[in-house]
């Protein structure tokens, strides 16, 4: 029954999901923000929330009179502010239940999961009672009617020798010594579901606290536009002499109350210690219990050995234990942290159709933020601890220069706007944000000197939705949102030994960005520079590294074709790539390679240099992956970081 229930649920989130998808985006989606959006309305609370003690007094007769105060007397901004607490509130309860629902239906409880679990049951349980407290406060016939509700509600169980209920029997029962109780119980209440929540955090690794900007002005607005549409009011000042009978209820704090008095307290109880104890069993019923069974996994080849818990996916154990995989959505939205299994057998887990496919699976691709072991593995993975100092930003950048070098490849040079800036690590991309919310991704081609400014290679694909707006309608000028950086494919420069870089195609571009890097950096190692292309035409930019190659001593150039005609008149070496590197190099032993350009070279070259002793932790690569655009399937085929060049 359960599982049943998590494919129907799956089902509707995702549909969900992607209708928001073609709304804001993957980057900006709300559902991939939950838990931060969470911490947003908690702190909105707060700020709202103390602004509002500055003017609360906590007599019996002055509560309800210095909210009206607050409420009327300073409408634009102490209205505002009791109004954004209010609906603040109600924000939070709202995306902290589908928090727990989302990784309910998508099995993310099991196992190791079960102490964020269980925290976060025990904050839904706390921020339900801060609500119902703070309606207390205001001491008006809601109020009214929630103290006595809450007094038979709690007189149903066996613990208080008197009815509590017979405190709010008659008007004057109550006393100024409790309003003082119940404003600390308001503060102590907030104050330890913050520690809670503090706790909850900790326990996943590189958890969002904060959603995005654009999320989070977007959020701010909209509650200050619906604070001023439609103003949380009192209700009248309670008069315990009389009955309310005509109320505006909270529905998303005070829904259990009508129950009351259809069903009688103790059926709600069973309800709520029913409901609470089935959920907290949850972790228990339908997984194979907490155990200590864990799975080995090794990322060739930077060497590094990870251990997953089971029910982990690989990028939760990766982020905990320090290695630091590219990623953004962490929902299966997105394919940045999309990688290569070399062995070993996985839980795919539940993701975006489109994001993996078919061939994808079948060439040993996976995502890792879903991705859970069943098996110990091998992952082609590269230490990447060196991007940490580099997190990834949002910024809007204008379109300086358009240069044609080839045919089919165009140049492009922006600026970065508003005076900010992109520091990243020579060889790593881009992600370009379409207005469909679609991602297409392009290697920096720049030195990382000039941090206002991003070089990008665009190589025309038939059928590129992107690249060909870019040759048929872009214009200098024109703005572009992007994020970055990403990608863990650069120079390692702690190495001694000598390199050797193959590229293909536009591949040349996260290379020139290292090579130009090495140059400024002084560094002296042996570097020679394979270009494999089809046709002189291909090598686009083939002037520059001649130039470098006349320019220091350390670095040698060897431009190679595989389809190369007489009429061509060329003088070089021809054939594949690879072949020319293996003719001149049959002990590759003391080398780093570096390989960029299409799958099947970058896989040929894999195999083939390991055979002639090259370490496996020395080969880094970076396969770009293509596709035509399809808009029925409204899918995006990115390479294995990510890329997509279409």
């Known amino acids: 029954m359960i599982k049943l229930i998590q494919r129907v649920g799956q089902s509707v989130f995702l549909r969900l999901e992607i209708a928001l998808n073609g709304t804001f985006g993957s980057s900006f989606n709300p559902f991939y923000y939950l838990g931060a959006i969470t911490y947003l309305m908690f702190w909105i609370i707060v700020v709202s929330g103390f602004y509002i003690y500055a003017f609360y007094d906590t007599g019996v007769e002055d509560a309800y009179y210095s909210v009206e105060a607050i409420t009327h007397g300073q409408w634009y901004l102490g209205g505002v502010m009791r109004s954004l607490h209010r609906y603040a509130s109600d924000g939070m ?12 239906v998508f099995d993310r409880y099991h196992d190791f999961r079960w102490f964020s679990w269980f925290t976060g049951m025990v904050v839904l349980w706390l921020v339900y009672m801060a609500g119902i407290n703070g309606y207390w406060l205001v001491w008006d016939k809601l109020a009214q009617f929630v103290a006595v509700g809450t007094a038979e509600w709690l007189d149903a169980l066996p613990i208080f020798s008197d009815p509590l209920a ?17 404003s600390l119980i308001h503060i102590g209440v907030p104050l330890a579901t913050f520690a809670i929540i503090w706790v909850h955090t900790q326990r996943v690794p590189e958890a ?3 959603p995005p900007r654009i999320i989070k002005i977007g959020l701010i607005f909209s509650l200050i536009v619906l604070a001023f549409v439609k103003p949380a009011l009192s209700q009248g000042p309670a008069d315990l002499d009389s009955a309310p009978s005509i109320l505006n209820l909270d529905w998303f704090y005070l829904w ?8 009688g307290p103790g059926k709600v109880w069973a309800l709520a210690v029913g409901v609470t104890g ?3 069993l949850l972790p228990f019923i339908g997984g194979k219990g907490r155990g200590k069974n864990e799975y080995q996994i090794s990322a060739i080849p930077c060497g590094r050995m990870i251990t997953a818990k089971r029910g982990e996916t690989i990028l939760e154990a990766a982020l905990r234990q320090g290695l630091t995989l590219p990623y953004l959505c962490r929902d299966g939205a997105c394919g940045t942290c999309k990688g290569k299994l070399l062995k070993g057998a996985v839980d795919y887990g539940t993701y975006q159709q489109g994001v993996l496919t078919a061939a994808e699976k079948e060439q040993g691709m996976a995502l890792f933020c879903c991705a859970k072991p069943i098996s110990d593995l091998d992952i082609e993975c590269h230490e990447i601890d060196l991007l ?3 997190p990834v930003k949002n910024v809007e950048i204008r379109l300086n220069i358009m240069e044609r070098p080839a045919s089919d490849v165009m140049l492009l040079e922006f600026h970065i706007e508003g005076g900010q800036r992109m520091d990243f690590i020579p060889g790593q991309y881009i992600a370009i944000l379409l207005e469909d919310g679609t991602r297409r991704s392009f290697s920096i081609a720049n030195s990382p000197g000039q941090t206002d400014q991003l070089q990008l290679h665009v190589r025309l694909v038939e059928g590129g939705k992107f690249t060909g707006h870019v040759f048929n309608g872009m214009k200098e000028g024109d703005l572009l949102n992007v994020e970055g950086p990403y990608g863990s494919f650069f120079l390692h420069e702690e190495g001694e030994g000598p390199v050797i870089f193959m590229v293909g195609g536009t591949g040349f571009a996260p290379v020139k960005s290292m090579l130009e890097h090495a140059f400024d950096a002084g560094i002296n190692r042996e570097i020679k520079f394979y270009w494999g292309a089809r046709i002189p035409e291909d090598l686009y930019l083939s002037k520059l590294p001649e130039k470098w190659q006349r320019e220091h001593d350390n670095f040698e150039f ?17 054939g594949l790539v690879t072949e020319a590197i293996l003719q001149d190099h049959s002990d590759l032993s003391s080398y780093e390679v570096y390989a960029c350009g299409s799958p099947d070279m970058v896989e040929a070259g894999r195999a083939a240099f390991l055979g002639n002793g090259l370490q496996v932790d020395r080969y880094y690569s970076d396969a770009f992956l293509v596709t035509q655009y399809k808009p029925q399937a409204k899918a995006v085929v990115k390479s294995s970081k990510g890329d997509a060049h279409a």
């Open 93 to 104: 309860v709202l995306a902290a239940v589908l928090h727990m629902l989302r990784n309910f």
């Open 166 to 182: 017979r405190n709010f029997l008659e008007q004057g029962s109550v006393n100024d010594r409790f309003f003082s109780l119940l």
């Open 208 to 210: 969002k606290t904060s």
């Open 256 to 263: 259990t109350y009508p129950l009351l008095y259809t069903w």
């Open 278 to 280: 089935f959920a907290l």
């Open 388 to 390: 940490k100092r580099f």
């Open 558 to 574: 060897i431009p190679v074709l595989s389809d190369a005609k007489p009429e061509h008149d060329w003088h070089g070496r021809v």
